[in-house]
């Protein structure tokens, strides 16, 4: 079966109020890589964690950035024996830096991304830091609303905008339901139930329609990972495909 493997790869510290309206202090909060592998389809990564050279670094003047040793994509992929230069796909929620800045990790991956997030970055939009990575020379697979990550209707990437126009999240069929990893449509395990609200997302009215669907996911039984929250490991379901243990798949791609 398919299994997700959640990997930190760096914090940010900030103000709590950068993340959510009613939030007060400081918070640290984990930036997440997810590899998803098929039993016969190979891997794929979803969102890359920090790039090792932002580690101390400030930015915005809001957001300390830390990547200890050893903590970066490459390394935590190494640690459970998967090669980085053979993931097939690199899937981005959106193009801020710490979602998609490190794609140079995966030298050999090709990369899925919103036609409208692509856009966006490329227009040079202000917060768009992985603009960047977008110029490191991975083939481009463009999505739109929904598409069909490995060709079998097992893994479906689906369009959540409104923290930025071409956010996506990938959602996982599962028994009973989806796995479904939010990215920044939903920062934290508390996001969703009560509700609460970042301050400043691209679009705000399309954000909160966005966040109304994830919460009626979750109501209806889907497990909704948070993009900034490792709290979801304490109330992962039997049936769920998040793993955080990580085996190999049973039938390497490449070997
Ligand atoms: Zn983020």
Known sequence: MIRIHPLECGTITAPAEVFQEDLTGERTVPVMAFLISHPTRGYAVFDTGLRPDMDGRLLFGAYACSLPEDHDLASRLRAIDVDPAKIERLVASHAHFDHLGAADLLPNADLYIHASELER???????????????????????????????????????????????????????????????????????????????????????????????????????????????????????????????????????
Do not use: W
């Open 121 to 255: 970055s490329l227009a040079d939009h202000p917060k768009a830091h992985g603009r960047v990575a977008l110029e490191m020379g991975h083939r481009r697979v463009l999505t739109g609303d929904s598409h069909d990550l490995f060709g079998d209707g097992s893994c479906e990437l689906f369009h959540t905008p409104g923290h930025t126009c071409g956010h996506q999240s990938l959602r996982v069929k599962r028994a009973g339901g989806y796995d479904v990893l939010a990215g920044d449509a939903c920062y934290f395990c508390e996001t969703l139930e009560p509700l609460g609200v970042q301050p400043h997302p691209e679009d705000r009215e399309v954000y909160l329609a966005t966040l109304a669907r994830l919460r009626a996911m979750a109501r209806g039984g889907d497990f909704v990972v948070p993009g900034h929250d490792l709290g979801f490991m304490a109330s992962i379901p039997g049936e769920s495909a998040l793993s955080p243990t990580f085996s190999p798949v049973s039938r390497p791609p490449n070997g």
